[in-house]
């Protein structure tokens, strides 16, 4: 990894734009709309990590605000909401609506064209 790549990576990861992001690294203004899409494609796994890695940087930052809302926003909405996002980042998320079928109900060939369109979304 070159410096000039180095530079790339992180301009291109706080701007989101490529050939500013070369011009910075210090490639030139004629060649850096080229370059910096050159660049994009060929450092797109490192690119990827810098990303992950300052996501994760902001993680601590990031629950705390959402602490602060839910202890003490004046909207109870606005509390609400941060109170579902914290227990859905903890895994408690509400049990998504699920149909049932009283196969008990059903006639046999309402039970078989059930089966054969459940084996149809299985492939």
């Known amino acids: 990894m070159t410096e000039k790549q180095d530079k790339f ?21 004629k060649t850096a709309t080229i370059k ?15 990303v992950q890695k300052i996501i994760a940087d902001k993680i601590p930052a990031s629950l705390k605000w959402l602490t602060d809302l839910a202890e003490s926003a004046e ?9 579902k996002d914290i227990l859905d980042r903890a895994g408690l998320k509400p049990v998504d609506k699920v149909e049932t079928t009283n196969i008990d109900q059903m006639s046999k060939d ?3 064209r059930e089966l054969e369109a459940l084996e149809r979304l299985k492939h």
């Open 110 to 112: 309402e039970i078989m």
């Open 9 to 29: 990576i992180e301009t291109y990861v706080l701007t989101g734009n490529a050939t500013k992001a070369a011009i910075a690294a210090g490639y030139s203004e």
């Open 36 to 50: 910096g899409s050159q660049l994009k494609s060929q450092l797109h796994n490192e690119i990827q990590r810098e």
């Open 75 to 83: 909207s109870e909405s606005v509390r609400l909401g941060a109170i």
